[in-house]
């Protein structure tokens, strides 16, 4: 506001003659004129000080605007990470079961191929009898005729009918054991049809299990990026913030000081945390400096002219 004031100001410069200012003289005309000056410049430092102050208060206002939407999204972000947690915890519970189901499936598997083993064994059991049994026939056939050669002596059959009702009895029994094997090779098959489908479902349910697990996987890779981009944009948020803190920090440091400059020591303190004072005091003072610096040149001045008038 005042170029020349700067010496003035960091020298303190006619601060010790300001008790001796009434010496000077000057006509009546000058100092209206002094006065005029000095309102006038008043009213200009007046309206800097009014912008000042509202641009001040427009950039608060900001800084609050952005600190209430740097709050909100910080918890928003608290509300995403629990809600990706809860995520996780579900999706490892999933995965716990599924493998749980899986290895109980692979036990089921294995107690139905020792069941299947077991019964291919009893099915070689079954054919060896059948072959015994065959080959009994067989040879006892042979004796067919002989038996008829002893039918009378014979003490036990008297007749061939009881030979061949011994003989329908073995039969049947034959005709027992192949059913039975019969029997045998179908469950089996059944059983083996039965493995294999189980086998298959199984097999689709584990390939879909797993196809589910990659793609949570991959999903919670991407919310991991997203997070640090997210801590990246607020830890840059939060620089921007602490730089302009100190940057505001640094202003009221240096109205402090320049209020410690200013103020006369038998001026009552003012309060230090209400700048609006302290700036308002600082106006004041610049404005009684330059007054001063101004009236001190033109009484230098005039007292040259008159010296040179003079002589």
């Given at each position: 506001?005042?170029p020349?004031?700067?010496s003035?100001?960091l020298?303190?410069f006619?601060?010790?003659n300001?008790?001796?200012?009434e010496?000077?003289t ?5 100092q209206s004129?002094?006065?005029l000056?000095k309102?006038?410049?008043?009213q ?7 912008r ?5 208060e427009?950039r608060?206002?900001?800084c ?9 999204k910080?918890e928003?972000i608290r ?6 947690e ?12 599924a493998?749980k ?8 598997r294995?107690?139905k191929?020792?069941?299947i ?5 009893t ?11 065959l ?7 042979v004796?067919?005729a ?8 014979s ?5 061939v ?5 011994r003989h ?22 059944e059983?083996?049809m039965?493995?294999?489908q ?9 390939l879909?299990?797993t ?17 640090t ?11 921007a ?6 940057k ?8 402090e ?8 020591g ?11 004072r ?26 040259t ?7």
């Amino acid at each position: 506001l005042y170029p020349n004031m700067t010496s003035t100001f960091l020298t303190q410069f006619g601060v010790e003659n300001y008790d001796g200012l009434e010496k000077y003289t000057v006509s009546g005309t000058s100092q209206s004129t002094v006065l005029l000056q000095k309102k006038k410049k008043m009213q200009e430092v007046q309206q800097e000080l009014n912008r000042k102050k509202v641009e001040y208060e427009q950039r608060m206002k900001k800084c609050k605007e952005k600190e209430e939407e740097l709050a909100e999204k910080q918890e928003k972000i608290r509300e995403s990470v629990i809600r990706f947690e809860k995520f996780v915890k579900e999706n490892d519970a999933k995965r716990t079961r599924a493998m749980k189901k899986e290895r109980d499936e692979i036990s089921s598997r294995k107690q139905k191929e020792t069941e299947i083993v077991a019964l291919k064994q009893t099915h070689k059991e079954h054919t060896r009898t059948k072959e015994k049994y065959l080959r009994m026939v067989e040879n006892l056939s042979v004796y067919e005729a002989f038996l008829e050669s002893v039918l009378e002596p014979s003490d036990e059959f008297h007749e061939v009918a009881d030979i061949l009702m011994r003989h329908s009895t073995l039969t049947h029994t034959n005709q027992d054991l192949r059913r039975v094997v019969e029997e045998g090779n179908r469950h089996i098959e059944e059983l083996r049809m039965l493995l294999a489908q189980y086998t298959k479902e199984k097999d689709d349910e584990i390939l879909i299990a797993t196809s589910d697990i990659a793609g949570h996987q991959k999903r919670a890779d991407q919310l991991k990026n997203d997070n640090t981009k997210i801590e990246q944009e607020l830890m840059f948020r939060d620089n921007a913030f602490n730089d302009r803190k100190r940057k505001l920090g640094e202003a009221k440091m240096a109205i402090e000081n320049i209020y410690q400059r200013c103020k006369k020591g038998s001026v009552p303190h003012e309060d230090l945390t209400n700048f609006y004072r302290l700036l308002e005091y600082i106006q004041n003072r610049m404005l009684d400096l330059g007054a001063i610096s101004r009236m001190q040149r033109e009484s230098h001045e005039w007292r040259t002219q008159t010296h040179h008038r003079t002589y």
